[in-house]
C-alpha cells in the first residue's frame, strides 16, 4: 500500500475528483478527512463506511474553519501527511460578461482557499518533518484555452504559480508541493454539457489521444505525488491532458 498510515485532508473530497482521490487513497492504506463546503453526500457517507474516511464540514475560504480542522486532526491522530486542494468553482461567463462579485467568488474559492489551507498546514508538516501538498490545477493553469472563461484560467494560472513558489521556500522543511492539470474531465457535469454536439466535437478533437480524462487518470497522478514514489518530485506542474499542452 503506497500511502499505509498516511493521513490526508481532501478539500472538494464529498463528490466529483474529490471524492475518487479520497477512495483512492483510502484504498492504498490511508486515513482520509473529506472536506467540502457542502452537506454530507453519499459519497461522503461511503468513504465514511469504509472505516478510514471522515467527513468534515470545510469552507475553504474561512481561515477558522481551516484552523479549527487541521487542530482537530493533529490532535487526534498526531501528524497530518497530504493535503490536496481539489475545492474550486468555474463560473462560466466571459470577461465582457462576468460580473465582478462571480470573479470575486471564484478569486476566493481557486485561489485565497488553497493560499489558506497552505500557511495553515505548514506548521504541522513541518513538525512532522515534512509532508506532500498537490495543488489541482487546470490545463488552462498552463495556457490559454479558448473554450474555458478567462477568470477560470486567471485562477488556475496564479495557482500553478502559489504551487512553484511554496515548493521553492519550503523545501527546506521537507515540504514537497505539486499541482495537476488535467483537460477535461468526465464527469456528470460535462456530460451535461456534451448534449450540446458542436462542444463535445471541440473537446474529442482538441486531444491527441483522443479522449477525456478520467477520474482515474487525475487519482492516479493525485497517488503517485502523495506517495514516497515522488520523495524528489516538487514544484512540478504534472499534466494529465492526453497531449492537449504539447502542441
Given at each position: 500500500m503506497l500511502l499505509k498510515d498516511k493521513i490526508a485532508l481532501v478539500t472538494g473530497g464529498a463528490q466529483g475528483l474529490g471524492s475518487q482521490i479520497a477512495r483512492k487513497y483510502i484504498a492504498e492504506g490511508a486515513i482520509v478527512y473529506i472536506c467540502d463546503v457542502k452537506e454530507k453526500t453519499p459519497e461522503?457517507?461511503?468513504?465514511?463506511?469504509?472505516?478510514?474516511?471522515?467527513?468534515?464540514?470545510?469552507?475553504?475560504?474561512?481561515?477558522?474553519?481551516?484552523?479549527?480542522?487541521?487542530?482537530?486532526?493533529?490532535?487526534?491522530?498526531?501528524?497530518?501527511?497530504?493535503?490536496?486542494?481539489?475545492?474550486?468553482?468555474?463560473?462560466?461567463?466571459?470577461?465582457e460578461d462576468m460580473d465582478a462579485s462571480h470573479l470575486d467568488l471564484m478569486?476566493?474559492?481557486?485561489?485565497?482557499?488553497?493560499?489558506?489551507?497552505?500557511?495553515?498546514?505548514?506548521?504541522?508538516?513541518?513538525?512532522?518533518?515534512?509532508?506532500?501538498?498537490?495543488?489541482?490545477?487546470?490545463?488552462?493553469?498552463?495556457?490559454?484555452?479558448?473554450?474555458?472563461?478567462?477568470?477560470?484560467?486567471?485562477?488556475?494560472?496564479?495557482?500553478t504559480l502559489l504551487t512553484k513558489s511554496v515548493a521553492v521556500r519550503y523545501a527546506k522543511d521537507n515540504i514537497r508541493t505539486n499541482s495537476i492539470h488535467p483537460s477535461t474531465v468526465d464527469t456528470p457535469l460535462v456530460q451535461?454539457?456534451?448534449k450540446d454536439p458542436l462542444k463535445k466535437k471541440e473537446r474529442f478533437d482538441e486531444v491527441p489521444l483522443g479522449r477525456l480524462a478520467t477520474g482515474d487518470d487525475v487519482s492516479h497522478a493525485a497517488l503517485?505525488?502523495?506517495?514516497?514514489?515522488?520523495?524528489?518530485?516538487?514544484?512540478?506542474?504534472?499534466?494529465?491532458?492526453?497531449?492537449?499542452t504539447a502542441y
Open positions: 461522503a457517507v461511503s468513504l465514511e463506511n469504509s472505516g478510514k474516511g471522515f467527513y468534515r464540514k470545510l469552507d475553504v475560504t474561512d481561515e477558522a474553519h481551516w484552523s479549527g480542522v487541521l487542530k482537530e486532526i493533529s490532535e487526534k491522530h498526531g501528524k497530518i501527511d497530504i493535503l490536496v486542494n481539489n475545492a474550486a468553482v468555474n463560473i462560466r461567463e466571459t470577461i478569486m476566493d474559492i481557486n485561489i485565497k482557499g488553497p493560499f489558506l489551507g497552505i500557511k495553515h498546514i505548514i506548521p504541522y508538516f513541518r513538525k512532522n518533518g515534512g509532508g506532500s501538498i498537490i495543488n489541482m490545477s487546470s490545463i488552462c493553469g498552463l495556457v490559454g484555452h479558448k473554450y474555458t472563461p478567462e477568470a477560470y484560467t486567471t485562477t488556475k494560472g496564479a495557482l451535461e454539457l456534451f503517485f505525488l502523495a506517495s514516497d514514489a515522488s520523495s524528489f518530485i516538487n514544484g512540478l506542474s504534472l499534466t494529465v491532458d492526453g497531449g492537449l
